[in-house]
């Protein structure tokens, strides 16, 4: 047993050392890199396969006897760029912060929720999907959109990913 | 060496009846302590490495050091579901099933999708599926596990032989985990809305009760995981005023008074594996990762859960009066102060809040006493080997328990051949009397064998 201890332990030191040599040419890891800010109505890449443009943004006030309760309702298209067939979920994450604080969600005042869960098939767009959220006050929103990947490679080395951020004005 | 008193079966009964919730809880994370110290400390390393600028938040080294330490927490209702298995009598491999389909990624992100974007979840197109955080989570599994202990016997029951063997995991599978996610996961969630709606109503009208309530009662909110309700409460007065007075400055106080309390054990304690452990758990807590304290300690122990919830509650008090602000969301322990650095009396507070906490609890623990576990209990939390001697006293017992029970199996063999041979003889003089081949005068010596009979039942009885 002790013999065996003794020899993977020489073995990892052998790894460990090998690891340090210096090779001719060195592998340079790459990925894409997605921007930190984007546009409404910009072709935004979130990560290696899905695209998102935000069309247009909204406020809505479903109950006129309360007048402060408003609801931002984002429109966007979302293009699958992969080979299979996606529903948004898995694919990519939109939500919203307003004075650093996450909104809270909504659906109940959009068009079609179900266009969150339709599938559709590689390389094609699903258009003018919808999401409401329920703004705070009248400041500017930020929108962030995150993608599926987990780590990006930035000049070889591996870090967090982080989601492309929008700012839109309510009106 | 003195003779242990044996319990009669009534008192093992009523033994079994002061069986309560504490034990229950300590019983159930005793053999996964080992784990979450281990996880602890190196939180506290990361923690530590972050703070004083040798790692990046965003960098890979973080990413692996995070995930060390951060693994076994996410993974924590595994490691409960097996050790709740063992104490609730249910199968342990199926109840670790049960909480692996909890934390299954598609799962978990499906939650965590659906909560995001706001989209209701139905099973079935009919039952509504309520959004828990099960990473992390102790209460719903404990919950989940004890219903399974409850099912098991009856589809073993209901469930024909023949078909036990796929029926029975598939049925314990199906129904355990439907229940989980519709009912007992939940519960744990709704108590901490609900506690958040009440925490957010008093910190409008009494804002100093609040880190008071929440100083005392931190260690009953982690149990439930209803302190992942505060959270939100927390981000948005930081997100919106730029401090935060309900649940950082009541969370540093009690892991300090968590802290405070295992300190004043490890003192207090006569077995040095118990005192390194205990002041392992301290130094952990100090950083804000008190789960070891609080589940191997505070709990089982029961006076330094009391000692932390009322040292906890009274720095909480003071911050509660003094106003004490966090300024950032860090891991509520020593390191956190930097969040509180501005303005000094801030941090002058915070200190004095933290000082509270550990004196307070560590001199009331002092007071109140303990009585300390045995060495059995100490020897499964630290994973320490048993020693020679202990060995050999083990293996004396195991021989004297051995003979002891050779001498009652042969006393009880010879007791069954005596009954045996008077049963026969009685029966065969029987016979012979209804047949006529035995005359009455023959059978006097059914009598003796009356008495043979009672003198061995008598026998048999004493063995």
Known sequence: ?171 | MAKEKTLSGKEMLEEKKKFNVFDMIGGIFKPILIVIIGAGVLQALRDILLQIGAISRVSSSYIFLDGLGNAVFYFLPIFLAISSANVFGATPFLAAAVAAFLLYPNITNLFSWANSVGWDLTLFGKIPITYVKYESSVLPIILIVFFQSKIEPLLKKTIPDLLRSILFPVLTLFITCLAGIIILGPIGTWVGDGLAFVITWLNTRVPWLVPTLVGAASPFLVITGSHYSLFPVATQNLAQLGYDTVLMPGMMASNIALAGASFAVAVRAKQKSYKSYCASSGITSFFGISQSSLYGIAIPLQKPLIASVIGGGLAGFYAGITGIRAQSFVTPGLLSLVGYSTPTSNLINAVICIAIAFVATFVLTLIMGFQEPSKETVRELTGEPISESEKQEILDKAEELEATARKTEEALGDAAMETTRATITRGATRIGEATGLVSASETESEEENGKAKEATEQKGEDA
């Open chain 1, 1 to 171: 047993m002790k013999r065996a201890c003794v020899l993977l332990l020489i073995l990892v030191c052998l790894f460990g050392l090998s690891a340090c040599s210096k090779k001719n040419v060195d592998k340079v890891f790459t990925s894409f890199v997605p921007p930190k800010t984007g546009t409404v109505n910009e072709d935004i890449q979130v990560d290696e396969t899905n695209h998102i443009t935000i069309v247009s943004t909204n406020t809505i006030t479903p109950n006129p006897d309360k007048p402060d309760e408003k609801i931002l309702i984002v429109t966007y298209d979302w293009k699958n760029g992969s080979e299979k067939q996606k529903v948004t979920h898995g694919s990519f994450l939109l939500t919203a912060k307003q004075d650093g604080v996450t909104l809270k969600p909504n659906l109940k005042h959009v068009d079609d929720k179900f266009k969150l869960v339709t599938p559709i098939q590689g390389g094609e767009t699903l258009h003018d999907i919808q999401q409401g959220f329920e703004l705070l006050s009248d400041n500017e929103v930020t929108l962030s959109i995150k993608g599926s990947m987990q780590v990006v490679f930035e000049d070889g080395v591996p870090k967090g990913s982080y989601p492309v951020e929008v700012p839109v004005t309510v009106n």
